[in-house]
């Protein structure tokens, strides 16, 4: 008789704790929304990424027969589903606002599709000193034809021997021959064939060995760097002004006269120089 009297006392507990439960389960609010993630960007047309949401009630149990709705305040920039997937159309800015009966929460979506980008070398293209060090013109546009941002490029060279390039887009001469050059901005590349010639300083040509300048003025002087080949160069030269109180001389090679009198100024470019005689007047 104790026996049973102690298994409808289990039985009675039971019962009431399930009452309990489902007392609980029924007085349970949706509270919040819990969303991730809270933005995000997409970089191709028909690229789609997930929102997950969940309703919580006051206790931050999830709450799954709660119904939720997706919205996005721009389809034409991405579009979002009933299950919250949400997919790339165009570049450009929207939000997904999600709800559930009276709460609702925002999700900020960024497009950015890359529709082109082209690399160019300067007129000069490839040619200069073993070491030269010269510069990509990249740009890169939308698909609406905007400007991107292009700190994520990466380049790579296809032949380092040749001419290396650095993470700023800067190629660096070293051997004749050939190389590619290729740029990547997330799911877009480009590439730029190059013919690096490697041109030596094998002579400094001056036609006029003797230039007069007027006191205070400044002119660029007349010289020109002949390579190896017999054609002019543009290469950095080194200038030693005999008399630095009568001229000075830039980097460029922009003489400025300073006092009246004469004066030398040697011009250096790689194992190459000559000598200018200056007169101020």
């Not at 160019?120 to 030269?132: E, Y």
Request: proline content about 6%.
């Amino acid at each position: 008789m104790k026996a049973h009297w102690t298994s409808r006392t289990r039985l009675s507990g039971f019962v009431a704790a399930c009452v309990l439960a489902s007392l609980c389960m029924a007085c349970a609010k949706p509270t919040r929304i819990a969303i991730l993630p809270k933005d995000f960007v997409l970089r191709s047309k028909g690229a789609s990424r997930l929102v997950q949401a969940t309703v919580l009630d006051q206790k931050d149990r999830p709450m799954d027969k709660v119904k939720i709705s997706y919205e996005s305040s721009d389809p034409s920039v991405a579009k979002v589903n009933g299950n919250g997937k949400v997919t790339a159309e165009k570049s450009g800015e929207t939000t997904i606002t999600v709800k559930a009966g009276k709460l609702s929460g925002t999700v900020h979506v960024t497009v950015k599709i890359i529709a082109s980008l082209a690399l160019s070398l300067p007129q000069s293209g490839a040619v200069g000193l073993r070491g030269a060090v010269i510069p990509l013109s990249v740009s890169a546009a939308d698909d609406e034809g905007q400007p991107v941002d292009l700190e994520p490029v990466r380049y790579v060279s296809s032949n380092p021997q040749v001419a290396s390039v650095d993470d700023k887009g800067r190629v660096t001469l070293l051997a004749d021959g050939t190389a590619i050059i290729t740029a990547t901005l997330f799911n877009k590349k480009a590439e730029l064939p190059l013919n690096v010639q490697i041109q030596t300083p094998a002579a400094i040509q001056v036609d006029k060995p003797h230039q007069s300048f007027k006191l205070g003025a400044t002119k660029p002087l007349a010289f020109a760097v002949i390579s190896d080949n017999g054609s002019p160069i543009h290469v950095p030269a080194a200038f030693d002004v005999s008399e630095p109180r009568i001229a000075s001389v830039d980097k460029d090679g922009n003489l400025t006269a300073l006092a009246r009198g004469t004066t030398t100024v040697t011009i250096v470019a790689g194992k190459a120089k000559n000598t200018v005689k200056i007169t101020v007047h």
